[in-house]
Each structure stands twice: as structure tokens, then as C-alpha cells.
């Protein structure tokens, strides 16, 4: 039976950070050789050096302003094909108006000179004047990057969601820092579209419809037509999101919601996690786990992450190069603090392991909203993993990101 084997385990401290981490964290990572790019929603921090030494890296102002100023949803990525970092920047929105994203890409060995494009709601339909982009999720095809974002309401009713949007971008243009064309694709009926890591010539995503069914996209490289199909996992429920830990602080107090933040696609199988409330049989919230066939559009299985005293939360996934998926999230409730989690998925059981054990848990019972797994370059059968817990304390400063390089054992 194989084991997690953790290759490097790494707290960043607040000369990575300068201090500007959060409960509501939503800490990304990419690696390339001896290099790592760590992103968490105010802050960012890069090392040469394979952890060794970190150098803070200032979201505010390393790139010019854009719209109202860098707000905080980062999301960072690596690829290797073409030698590129991208970083995802959430800009605020000005006043009566739009916000945008940015889309930065730094090539060569080391994420430091950085070419970037600005799109706004605007841009996308002329109609959107008061609308604003959030909660972003990046992967890429071979050939494409692909985005998702919520798209909300900046006038009254204030924060109203309105849309769900996916990007398609050319990665050859990206390298290039050429004239930047794109593709979208909108829905009114799925939010927060979650995209699959480990695709190569289609990218698949996926978001709840009402009620429990999952909503299942496919957007083929060669393509500007998007499909979908529904199925219907097993039981499941969106809260509620109770856990409370060793000082009865309910870390899922924010509260936690069921968006999908996990997602992957090895052969015809896509798999999405997400975290869901108690059930009988699970008595405890928990990741519920939906694999799909997209040939034949059918469940395949529901390999759930749970456990009888811990609520897991969290997930974020992706396959290695043999089809292996790795997994990063939190557990937490019972016995335990919030503490970072990684493994993956072996002879249909999930291997996992306590990468940090929290010391505290949140006093405003606040926790999220998201983590990332992505595959270790140029080891691809390993994975790198970002989360973070609080260490010694319960003010921002004692939020302590964590970077984990882990491999099968």
C-alpha cells in the first residue's frame, strides 16, 4: 500500500508575507525547477531557491494600477510546454462602474518580468457597465488557458450574482505578449464554475444547478461551441456547516458553501469535490466527490472524503502525469485545530496526511475559500500543494501559508 511521502514541507513567515495573510487565505502555488510562486489573497511570494529563502512579492504594486486598485483573489499557474508563469489579479471596481482581471505572464526561468492584458465586464458585452468580476479559477489545455469567474452587480442590489463566465486564451499568445484574443462563454444558470486540471485537448468545468444535480461543460480546444450534460450524484446536502474545534470555535462559521473547488480530468473521467453537510451516514461535514464519464455522460463513482469526528473542507485536486490524483484541503472539528491536508488517490482509497496541524482555531469562525494542488515541474508524478493554518496565535499575523511538495511514498 502506497503512503504519502512529503518531499518538502514549508511554513512561509511573515518576511514572505509581510503579514498580509487572512483566515480567508486562498493561497495558490506553481513550481518550475528550483523555483516557487506562491499566491494567498493579499499577498504573493516567490523562492529561487526550492524554499530555502522567500522574497516578498507586492500584489499592490509590483504592476501598475488598474481600475479602482489590486483587491486580493489571486490564482497562479505554471506551464511548462511553453516556459510560462501566469498570475490571475482581482482588481476592485471603480465607482458606478466595472472591474477587471488581469492576466500576467512572466516567461523564462524565474516569475520576474511580467507582460499583462486588462479585461473588464465591459469588454466582454458592452451591456455590463456596472458589473463586476470575482471569485476566479485558472487551468490550462494544451493549447489554451482557460478562466472562470462569478460575475456580480456593483450598483443596487449590491453584490446581486448575475452570471457565471469562462475564458478561452491562446497560449502561444500569451508567450508571445501579442494582441491577446479570447473567447467566453456565459450561463445564468451555474455559478462558480470550476475548472479540471491534467486536460489536454478539451477542457471540462462544472457548477451545481438547482437543487443537487452537477452540471457538466466541455469546451474542446479546436472549438468555440460549449456543451453540457447533468447528472445526479448520491445524496447530498449544501449545510448545515457546523465543526468546531478543541475551543469550540465552528472554523466553518463563515459560513462554508458547497461550490465546487476541486476539479480534474485523466482520460474520459472528470472528477469535481466540493464540501457538503452532514448526512446519516456521514455525521460530519465532508468533501463529496462526483467522477463522471464525459463519453458516455454517466456517474462512474463518489469516492467522498470524510471522516466520523473532523469535518473536511476545502478540496482542491489534480492528476499527475500517470493519472494519479493528488489532493490539498482542510480537516478540522473534534480533536483538531484547522490543519493542511495532501495525498491522493490509490487502488480506490484516499491516502492522506496532516501536512500542519493548526495550533488555533479562527476566533470569527472564518476559514476559506479555497486551496490549490498542482503537478510538481519537472517531477510531474509529484504535486505541489498550498494551504495554510494558524500557528501560536489568532491574529492575521499568526496565519502561517504553507508550500508542500509531496509524491507517493
Known amino acids: 500500500m502506497a503512503n504519502v511521502s512529503l518531499i518538502q514541507n514549508i511554513g512561509l513567515v511573515d ?13 495558490t502555488v506553481a513550481t518550475a525547477n528550483s523555483n516557487i510562486f506562491v499566491t494567498g489573497n493579499w ?58 482581471f488581469r492576466v500576467a505572464v512572466a516567461p523564462g526561468a524565474t516569475p520576474s518580468t511580467w507582460h499583462w492584458w486588462d479585461i473588464s465586464p465591459r469588454d466582454v458585452n458592452p451591456a455590463w457597465t456596472d458589473r463586476w468580476f470575482d471569485y476566479p479559477d485558472a487551468a490550462v489545455s494544451s493549447n489554451h488557458l482557460y478562466l472562470t469567474f462569478n460575475l456580480f452587480d456593483h450598483t443596487e442590489p449590491r453584490n446581486r450574482w448575475r452570471a457565471a463566465v469562462a475564458f478561452k486564451m491562446p497560449l502561444d499568445l500569451l508567450r508571445a505578449g501579442a494582441d491577446l484574443t479570447h473567447q467566453s462563454f456565459t450561463t445564468t444558470s451555474v455559478g462558480s464554475l470550476r475548472l479540471t486540471q491534467g486536460a489536454s485537448d478539451s477542457m471540462f468545468f462544472a457548477g451545481h444547478t438547482t437543487g443537487t444535480k452537477l452540471r457538466i461543460h466541455g469546451w ?14 448520491g445524496p447530498w446536502s449544501a449545510g448545515p456547516y457546523v465543526s468546531r474545534g478543541p475551543d469550540g470555535a465552528n472554523w466553518l462559521g463563515r459560513p462554508v458553501d458547497p461550490r465546487i473547488t476541486g476539479g480534474w480530468i485523466t482520460g474520459t473521467r472528470a472528477g469535481f469535490l466540493w464540501t457538503a453537510g452532514p448526512r446519516p ?20 463513482e463518489e469516492p467522498d472524503i470524510w471522516n466520523t469526528e473532523s469535518a473536511f473542507a476545502y478540496p482542491a485536486a489534480c492528476p499527475n502525469a500517470a493519472g494519479v490524483v493528488g489532493v490539498s484541503l482542510m480537516i478540522g472539528g473534534g480533536p483538531r485545530h484547522p ?58 499575523r499568526h496565519i502561517e501559508p504553507q508550500y508542500v511538495h509531496f509524491g507517493i511514498g
Not at 289 to 300: F, G, I, K, R
Not at 353 to 376: I, K, Q
Open 15 to 27: 518576511q514572505a508575507t509581510g503579514q498580509r495573510t487572512s483566515t480567508i487565505n486562498e493561497t
Open 43 to 100: 499577498f504573493a511570494s516567490s523562492s529561487t531557491t526550492n524554499g530555502k529563502s522567500w522574497t516578498q512579492v507586492d500584489p499592490f504594486t509590483l504592476l501598475p494600477p488598474a481600475a479602482d486598485g489590486f483587491c486580493c483573489d489571486q490564482v497562479t499557474l505554471y506551464e511548462p510546454v511553453r516556459d510560462i508563469w501566469i498570475w490571475i489579479l482581482q482588481y476592485l471596481a471603480v465607482p458606478g462602474g466595472n472591474n477587471v
Open 220 to 233: 474542446p480546444d479546436s472549438s468555440n461551441t460549449v456543451g453540457s450534460f447533468d447528472v445526479q450524484p
Open 281 to 300: 451516514e456521514r455525521p460530519v461535514p465532508y468533501v463529496k466527490a462526483a467522477v463522471v464519464d464525459v463519453t458516455t455522460q454517466l456517474m462512474v
Open 339 to 396: 490543519s493542511h491536508v495532501v495525498g491522493f488517490r490509490d487502488g480506490g482509497e484516499w491516502r492522506l496526511t496532516v501536512a500542519r496541524a493548526g495550533t488555533d482555531g479562527p476566533p470569527d469562525e472564518a476559514w476559506g475559500d479555497y486551496l490549490s494542488c498542482r503537478r510538481h515541474h519537472p517531477n510531474t508524478s509529484e504535486w505541489v500543494a498550498s494551504g495554510y493554518t494558524l500557528q501560536g496565535g489568532t491574529t492575521r
